[in-house]
């Protein structure tokens, strides 16, 4: 049995937990953990090897850079299992570019890999050798070429035009074939990044119907086609407040057969109730939080980076995501290089002198990532508390997990029923019994803190 706690100013702090036998007059300040009730598996968490990451680790001393990278996926690390690599330019981008750079160069075959082999390639083979195994790859197209476009621009949107179809299809599987030619584990694509949005930087719009159209009638053919057939094809790939409407109109009986998930972004509140409708209506599919971040003035504000990392990423996995993957793994000191300056933060940050440094998001993912273990179980519980954050793993040797997360001054006093102390201060301290079968296990929460519990199975299956 184990319990610490990290708040906003990265220590780590054990916390004292009293192991009790439940007894029927126990019925205050219960979270119950079910084990028996396993509400679905959980992969584990990634995140983006854009171009403007590979640029940052190519500036930094290469041991540096070497010791990013495990520090997300070597063993002593956050327990990265997955990455998500755009195909051809995206914002964060040191400039706009396709594979094929012509029209002519498509239809000739030509495509130049040297922006992948300069800033992808070098560093997808570090991920491998620190992870110890060849990691999966999703793919995300930001935009098609300009010249399959009817704006004839990679950026502000646009369409895809129908008599391109085929070709595209056809060029994103030629694309997906160089990295498997080069033995990268090529695991998973979304149809497109954010079809529903006009950006000033790569971006294509789908409606649903185009997008199903697209997938059914060209891009499944074109992988099968070109031995891509397992790859998993996800579709949406945009913030999850308008995922059900997406998903009502995008499936029908010929693209469930095509699709095997959908891909989400968590930029826009909490419609964490979204996710849990599409786990249980499509319990077959997988469930991606593909893309989180903050915004680059957040950066050193480790309290808001607690706060909504914390509250975003525990839903995301306890409503339904099996898969999260994270933004940029890396990212200069001004927050790109991004070419139209879109400028954001990432879990590690380099100085002007590309020095890296970890911060608070960094942390919550670490927390949250090492507490689920791998190919773990998410479990149902019933919490005293609806404002306590919190998500609980049945891990593959038993154990269970927990990751409690109690924001702005939500947590009670002993005494206090409103979450504010006597003094009219945020309330510290409060106690929590957590219930599995007959066994109590009891410790305290903090505000703006996470706090993880994690028990062996020795220690709680006496008592079921």
Known sequence: MNAY??????????????????????????????????????????????????????????????????????????????????????????????????LQDFKNGAYDFSNDEAYIFKYLDIICEEAGRNVPIMFSPWSPPAYFKDNGSRIQGGRLREECYRDWALYIARYLCEYRRRGYNVWALSIQNEPHAIQTWDSCLYTAHEERKFLVEHLKGALEANGLGDVLVLFWDHNKERLVSRAESFLDEESRKAVGGIAFHGYCGDHFGNIGWYRSSNPMHRVVMSEFCMGFDDRDDYLKQLRVYGHEYIND????????????????????????????????????????????????????SRTAGSN??????????????????????????????????????????????????????????????????????????????????NEYGVCR
């Open 5 to 102: 706690r990290i708040g906003c100013d990265l220590k780590r702090s054990v916390v004292p937990v009293e192991r009790d036998i439940n007894h029927r007059k126990m019925e205050e300040n219960i979270f119950e953990v079910f084990p028996a009730i396993q509400k679905h598996r959980f992969f584990g968490f990634g995140g983006a090897l854009t171009q403007a990451s590979g640029y940052v680790l190519s500036q930094m001393d290469s041991r540096d850079a070497r010791s990013v990278l495990a520090s997300y996926y070597g063993n002593d690390g956050v327990g990265y299992g997955f990455v998500r690599v755009p195909m051809d330019s995206c914002d964060f981008s040191t400039g706009q570019y396709s594979a094929c750079r012509t």
């Open 317 to 368: 996995v306890f409503y339904g995501a099996d898969t999260m993957i994270d933004w940029n793994l890396v990212l200069d000191c001004n927050g790109g290089p991004n070419h139209v300056g879109n400028y954001c933060m990432a879990p590690f940050m380099a100085d002007s002198r590309f020095k890296p440094h970890s911060n608070m998001a960094f942390e919550v993912i670490k927390a949250v």
């Open 376 to 457: 773990g179980r998410v479990l149902y519980h019933s919490s005293f508390r609806s404002d306590i954050d919190a998500v609980s793993f049945l891990r593959a040797d038993g154990s269970i997990g927990i990751v409690f997360g109690a924001f702005e001054g939500v947590v009670e006093d002993d005494l206090g029923v409103s979450g504010v102390g006597k003094d009219g201060k945020a309330a510290c301290g409060r106690v929590v019994n957590v219930r599995i079968g007959e066994c109590i296990f009891r410790l305290s929460l903090e505000s703006d803190a996470l706090t993880v519990l994690e028990i062996d199975e």
